[in-house]
């Protein structure tokens, strides 16, 4: 089990007459984990809904004059280790991963890539592991580098990024051969010492035997009992944990903390 503490501070040097926040920070629901407890605390007006993939979604109001957003989540999930598919194919067919998006477009260089891995559109767990190492060897992790803004094709060509955009470029790769690929979004647990961040991978469409197969790019791994699963999409737009909009505010800073740490207990 995962316990999850998720901090996230938005400051203005000016007020800020409206903003509008998009929240994807409750677990998905799926057979792979299970929520035990969790709790959402954050200022304003707040409605719930699944969106189109099937996330968790809130949305936060506030209209009066503020100077600081702070979203804070925690609880606490199970996640089994039974392995990496997923079973639940989601309310969005598998094809619909197919279509490229701003951010996960191919160039020549992208379809290249993943031709190394494989031939056919059917791909093997075997040959979407290959891709992954690839992908990694040709985009360095490396913090700082890159934005929330830059596609798949940027990422390649400077051959350095985060999670995020190693996760664009296996997408781009696999749609490109005809393998429905979805970004997924996250927590990780890194180690046994508290060491945790938030994270981006990927689900991989296995034709045979018609599940998803969660592959954490950034480590050449598949997903398991480390990772909870905040929402999926086409891309990051589609499963980022904040995104907003504001009226007003001038200049805008950022803070985020993340704590995961393993639950031992029963419950």
Aim: proline share 5%; with cysteine; glycine share 8%.
């Amino acid at each position: 089990m995962l316990r999850i503490r998720h901090e996230t501070v938005y400051r203005y040097d000016e007020p800020v007459l409206q903003s509008v926040q998009s929240l994807r920070v409750t677990p998905r629901r799926e057979h792979r984990q299970r929520t035990l407890s969790w709790q959402l605390a954050a200022p304003g007006r707040r409605s719930e809904q699944l969106d189109a993939h099937g996330n968790i979604a809130q949305l936060l109001t506030i209209d009066e004059p503020h100077q600081e957003i702070r979203i804070v989540v925690s609880g606490l999930v199970d996640v089994p280790d039974d392995g990496p598919l997923i079973v639940e194919r989601g309310p969005i067919a598998p094809l619909a991963y197919l279509m490229a998006t701003p951010l996960t477009g191919a160039n020549a260089e992208l379809t290249a890539l993943a031709a190394r891995c494989w031939s056919g559109s059917a791909a093997t767990r075997t040959e979407l592991e290959a891709l992954a190492a690839a992908v990694c060897n040709a985009v360095k992790y490396r913090p700082g580098t890159t934005t929330v803004t830059d596609t798949a094709a940027s990422a390649l060509q400077r051959g350095e990024g985060v999670c995020q955009d190693q996760a664009h470029v296996f997408l781009a790769a696999c749609r490109s051969s005809g393998v429905p690929a979805r970004y997924v979004s996250g927590y990780l647990l890194s180690g046994d010492d508290g060491d945790i961040a938030s994270h981006a991978w990927v689900d991989a469409w296995l034709e045979r035997p018609g599940v998803w197969l969660g592959i954490d790019v950034t480590h050449q791994s598949t997903a398991g009992a480390r990772h909870c699963r905040l929402a999926v999409g086409r891309d990051y737009l589609d499963a980022a944990p904040v995104r907003g909009v504001r009226r007003g505010g001038g200049r805008e800073t950022l803070e985020v903390r993340v704590l995961v740490a393993a639950e031992n207990s029963q419950q």
